[in-house]
């Protein structure tokens, strides 16, 4: 046997004859059982307000009030409480002001039946479920929306950004969009001129987009890998997501850094072995030479024996510096403060720095704590990083930047200038041994320089613009 739906009602009306008419009515309706209960007064409906009914019949005249006052009280209460005014005749302006305070519907007395009743009822009902769903599933998504920790906007079909989450505003900053302002578009923050067409062209379609991936300026007109979502969310409004690629490109990138060194340095040893030994029997055989031949021809031959001696000394030379750049280090840690060490290897290049007029800009973390280093090594890595963003930057204009962060369990130092830059296809080779675009110079400096950061544990990463200059970032894991 089906139990029947059982609907309360609360009926507001003055009139006891208007109850027992509408309660005839239900009376007659046999799919849903109605349970009606009646308060004649502003005063006595607000008393039973928390009595759970399910729906609110109030007529439009209550003595000295009105049915538009308990429509507020309601309201205040219950926001989609589903509520039917009843009114004595249909003006048109009642039921505007009524459905403005939130009523489902308007019934005039005397023009309705049972059925008519039943209906209003039952979707007055549906209504309210809806709207309560709806205000729920709103919360829900604007919880989403202001709590998510990725970038997440609302745009129209034209590219306006319509409204943003706070970690959008923490990584692309007010400028990027500014709700006192109508000129803030989605297509300014793609700097590159395939990706603005390929959303132009979404719009054209009316499509949507999943995982592309984009460059994306951000605030203080810096540009990060991310990808991108947009998903319609009706006929004119799109929802973007943007995910920063920028930390997982950075991680695989000290991955390939610290393959390519492990692969740099096994090449090295199979090369000095194949090397050295032939090379020890070259020098032994010029030192025979110089024995055994006879003095007039040793003469004829002018300084041959010198000339190969020199050069098996200097491949000897550079095989062996190859060797110990490519040679995870022996360290000598102890506590340092990094802010003092950048100091020291600045004392270093003074010299350099005042011949050029070059600025320094330093953004030390004041209460930055100590880490376990190698100092005398490490300061020999730093040195080498500032001579090269000496050595890049011009004279009296050179601008020096130096700034020592804490971040996500991580010592962070950034050594950047706003030199010519680096080309790059030579960014990719940089910590390459023999590496270099300096006229003079082994190219063995940053390979060293990457295998100090790599012995520490560490990671070292670059950046560059050409004409506008390179940083260097280093990190150092924190003692735990």
């Known amino acids: 046997m089906i139990t029947k739906e059982t609907i309360r009602i609360l009926y507001v009306d003055d009139d006891p004859d208007d109850f027992f008419l509408v309660s005839s009515l239900l009376k007659r309706i046999t799919n849903t059982s109605y349970e009606l209960e009646s308060a004649t007064s502003l005063e006595e409906s607000i008393q039973k307000l928390d009595d759970n009914f399910d729906l609110f019949l109030v007529d439009y ?17 219950r926001k989609h409480a589903p509520v039917i005014m009843l009114t004595g005749m249909g003006t048109g302006d009642i ?3 009524a459905f403005t305070l939130g009523a489902s519907d308007y019934l005039v007395k005397g023009e309705f039946d049972a059925q008519t009743l039943d209906r209003t009822l039952r979707y007055a009902i549906r209504d309210a ?6 205000a729920s599933a709103a919360v829900k998504f604007r919880s989403i929306f202001e709590l998510a920790s990725d970038p997440f906007l609302l745009m129209d079909d034209e590219g306006k950004i ?10 692309f900053g007010n400028k990027a969009y500014n709700s006192d302002t109508e000129n803030s578009f989605f297509k300014d923050l793609l700097p590159e001129k395939f990706s603005r067409q ?5 719009f ?23 990808l991108i979502s947009i998903v319609k969310q009706d006929g004119r409004t799109y929802q973007v997501l943007i995910k920063d690629l920028s930390a997982i490109k950075a991680k695989e990138e000290e991955e390939l850094n610290l393959k390519k060194f492990s692969s740099t340095g096994r090449i ?47 491949i000897n030379h550079l095989v062996t510096q190859l060797l110990e750049s490519t040679r995870f280090t022996e360290l000598d840690s102890k506590s340092h403060s990094i802010n003092m060490l950048l100091d020291e290897s600045l004392e270093h290049v003074k010299d350099r720095l005042e011949f050029k007029k070059i600025t320094i800009l330093k953004q030390y973390q004041t209460d930055i704590c100590d880490i376990q280093v190698d100092g005398e090594k490490v300061k020999i890595a730093l040195i080498n990083l500032l001579v090269n963003a000496i050595e890049a930057m011009p004279e009296k204009t050179g601008k020096l930047i130096l700034r020592t962060t804490i971040k996500n369990g991580q010592c962070r130092i950034e050594i950047k200038d706003n030199g010519e830059g680096i080309p790059k296809e030579n960014v990719e ?11 003079t110079g082994s190219g063995l400096g940053l390979t060293n320089t990457q295998n100090i950061i790599l012995s520490h544990g560490g990671s070292i990463r670059v950046k560059s613009d050409v004409g506008r200059g390179t940083s260097f970032l280093i990190t150092f894991s924190l003692p735990s």
């Open 61 to 77: 005249k209550l003595g000295k009030d009105t049915g538009l006052e308990l429509i507020r009280e309601i309201k205040s209460i």
């Open 95 to 97: 039921d505007r002001e």
């Open 129 to 134: 479920q809806l709207m309560e769903s709806l």
């Open 162 to 171: 319509l409204e943003v989450n706070p970690a959008f505003l923490k990584k």
């Open 198 to 202: 390929e959303l132009e062209d979404l």
């Open 204 to 226: 054209f379609n009316g499509e949507e987009l999943y995982d592309m991936e984009a460059l994306m300026t951000v605030d203080h007109g810096h540009t990060i890998n991310s």
């Open 268 to 314: 090295a040893r199979l090369l000095a072995h194949e090397v050295k030994n032939p090379l020890t029997t070259i020098l032994l055989s010029a030192d025979q030479l110089n024995l055994e031949l006879p003095e007039h021809v040793r003469a004829e031959s002018g300084d041959l024996i010198d000339v190969i001696r020199r050069n098996c000394d200097r």
């Open 429 to 439: 080779r940089l910590f390459e041994p023999f590496f270099t675009s300096k006229p």
